[in-house]
């Protein structure tokens, strides 16, 4: 089955930096691959995603860069807020299948 | 738009109980999600539905945790007997044509086996 690691596992970074997560996967059928953002308490919410037929996306702050060759996807914040403040989840979808990364968690530093 | 919806939102029961969650996807959505979210084991995928049937369950734990989805709009996910280590925060989410589309997530529940 699919495999995905996503690093790093805590960030923290200044107001005002950027901020980026990478995950890498290993089934090449992959060919959606998401990202969610849980507030402490709150339930996950998409914040973007990106498909295996293009190598990027952005929208506002956020983008999403992926690289099939090497099996890897990065999320990018730019300008980063206090309200940035948040676990990050990849995922890759192979098939029928869904698997997550085991999370980021994002500490933005007023 | 009302979003998923779950019940109970927290639910503490002693060991060995019948626990069910409930949950309603978003109206018009075909596919249906139940996850299991610890800090040990980050977020994991249950089971989820596609027109009401079962796709695939591979994640269920074991034969303690079963799920239904009895028509479009209702689905549970019971535990019998219950166990401490089943303690979790469990979500549904709903989605529309297709597991490679953007999930909703509910709020979850919070579930404490004693």
């Known amino acids: 089955g699919e495999n995905v690691e996503q690093h790093p596992s805590t960030l923290s970074v200044q107001e005002g930096d950027s901020a980026v997560i990478k995950c890498t996967y290993s089934d090449s059928a992959s060919n959606y691959f998401p990202w969610y953002k849980q507030e402490l308490g709150k339930r996950p919410q998409l914040i973007i995603d990106?498909?295996?037929?293009?190598g990027e996306k952005k929208d506002q702050r956020i983008a999403v860069t992926l690289n099939k060759t090497a099996k890897h996807f990065s999320l990018h914040i730019t300008e980063t807020q206090p309200e940035d403040s948040a676990v990050y989840f990849c995922a890759a979808i192979p098939g029928n299948q869904f698997y997550f990364g085991t999370g980021t968690s994002l500490t933005v530093i007023p | 738009d009302a979003g998923v919806i779950q019940s109970p939102r927290h639910e503490v029961t002693e060991m060995g109980q019948e626990v069910t969650l409930r949950c309603k996807p978003i109206?018009?959505?075909?596919?249906l999600f139940w996850y299991r979210q610890t800090m040990m084991r980050g977020l994991e995928l249950l089971i989820y539905f596609n027109n009401n049937v079962p796709i695939d369950d591979s994640g269920m734990p074991e034969d303690r945790f079963s799920a239904k989805m009895p028509n479009a709009s209702f689905s549970t996910l019971k535990i019998q007997p219950s166990e401490p280590r089943d303690s979790a925060v469990y979500f549904c989410?709903?989605?529309?044509?297709?597991?490679?589309?953007?999930?909703?997530f509910g709020d979850g529940t919070r579930l404490s086996i004693l």
């Open positions: 109206s018009g959505h075909d596919y």
């Open positions: 990106i498909r295996s037929n293009v």
């Open positions: 989410a709903s989605s529309t044509h297709g597991v490679r589309q953007p999930q909703h």
